[in-house]
């Protein structure tokens, strides 16, 4: 094979690899989708809840039938108007895989991307208002108060051990984002689906709301309430100080963040490294005074004539510190400001007052 012909077989792959995103597919036709209303098992009708008020619980199966459609990323991610209008926010119906519109939608048709921050951090990233608190069944849109990655995931019929469970559930939740950890109660149909990002899981959430595993059950995934282990606890706060610190540093202005270096290096008496000043990243060596810092000089045959040294000081002060100190205790004796104060003056008592004092009056002396 020649050069030309292996330079023209790696441009034809690297072709094939840049592969462009092709226009959003409509899901569903309209009208395709039935729209079921749930059984009536109350008087009044709950909007927050989507129940009748004082009949079937959430976790009553009575309530749930099977989602009739599921989103296919591969099959259904494209471009839309959001592409060219610079709307960030996803669209509910393509996640829950029946949005009739395709490339006519004014939303994304395309998973969120951890890297894009929202314009609005009280929404989701299908643009619903979040809530000051999570609804009784921790179910709904969730809280702009925590940023919640985990979702509660039951009614999970297992036909295998724990780990055969949690391959499973990795297998179809891992299409919505890049999953954290899985963990999986095993006889108890349960499982926590953690995501690195917060987006992903909003987004896994409405995608896999009453749809089903391997065996045509149909889940109940809600938000998961905070984990109560304090190891976890102190790694989220950490994870948390972490990413706003980054956010901090990514805004600001590398010139500022070298000139503060400066001014706080002069403060603390340190000195910087040129090369670490130039990289953005504060290098501190400290000052080293003394003799014992300095190399020893080899002897000469030689010896110059002993001159006085300064004592090398074990305390906090350093020997030129002292030798300072020792100079202006000279001059203050030379200058007599370091001579006792002479004693105060006494001073005279005020004369007694003449005239009519409180003690003579209405006395024998009268």
């Known amino acids: 094979m020649s050069a030309t012909e292996a330079e023209t077989q790696f441009a034809t792959t690297t ?21 079921k209303e749930a059984p009536q098992t109350g008087k009044e009708y709950n909007i927050w809840y989507n129940k009748w008020a004082g009949g079937d619980r959430e976790d009553n199966y009575s309530n749930k039938t099977k989602s009739q459609t599921r989103c296919n990323i591969k099959r259904d991610a494209g471009l839309t108007r959001a592409n060219t209008t610079g709307n960030k926010y996803c669209c509910l119906f393509f996640a829950r895989g ?40 921790m179910g709904g849109v969730g809280s702009f108060q925590r940023q919640n990655r985990t979702l509660y995931v039951g009614r999970i019929k297992e036909t295998g051990t724990g780990p055969e469970t949690e391959e499973v559930v990795r297998r179809h939740f891992k299409e919505w984002g890049e999953i954290e950890k899985i963990r999986v109660l095993q006889y108890r149909s349960v499982a926590f689906v953690t995501y690195k990002s917060e987006l992903n899981a909003q987004f896994a959430k409405e995608a896999m709301a009453c749809q089903s595993l391997d065996n045509d059950e149909i889940l109940n995934v809600r938000w998961a309430t905070e984990d109560p282990n304090p190891t976890s606890k102190v790694a989220e706060k950490r994870r948390l100080e972490e990413m706003g610190r980054e956010a901090i540093q990514a805004k600001m202005d590398p010139r500022i963040v070298e000139a503060m270096s400066a001014i706080r290096a002069l403060e603390e008496g340190v000195e910087l490294d040129q090369d670490d000043m130039e990289d953005g990243r504060e290098s501190k060596r400290p000052r080293l005074i003394g003799d014992a810092s300095q190399s020893p000089e080899p002897a000469e045959q030689s010896s110059p004539p002993p001159q006085e040294q300064p004592q090398p000081s074990s305390g906090i002060l350093s020997s030129d510190a002292l030798e300072s100190l020792k100079y202006f205790a000279e001059v203050r004796k030379k200058t007599g400001l370091g001579s006792a104060a002479p004693p105060p003056k006494p001073v005279a008592a005020p004369p007694p007052p003449q005239g009519l004092g409180l003690g003579d009056y209405a006395s024998d002396d009268e």
Request: charged share 40%; glycine share 4%; proline share 10%.
């Open 15 to 35: 072709t094939k690899k840049t592969k462009k995103l092709k226009p959003a597919r409509k899901q569903v036709k309209p009208g395709e989708v039935e729209k």
């Open 98 to 137: 029946c949005c009739p519109y395709g490339w006519e939608c004014e939303y994304l048709h395309m998973l969120p991307d951890p890297e894009t921050a929202l314009p609005d951090t009280s929404k989701d990233c299908f643009a619903r208002d979040k809530f000051a608190d999570y609804r009784d069944d």
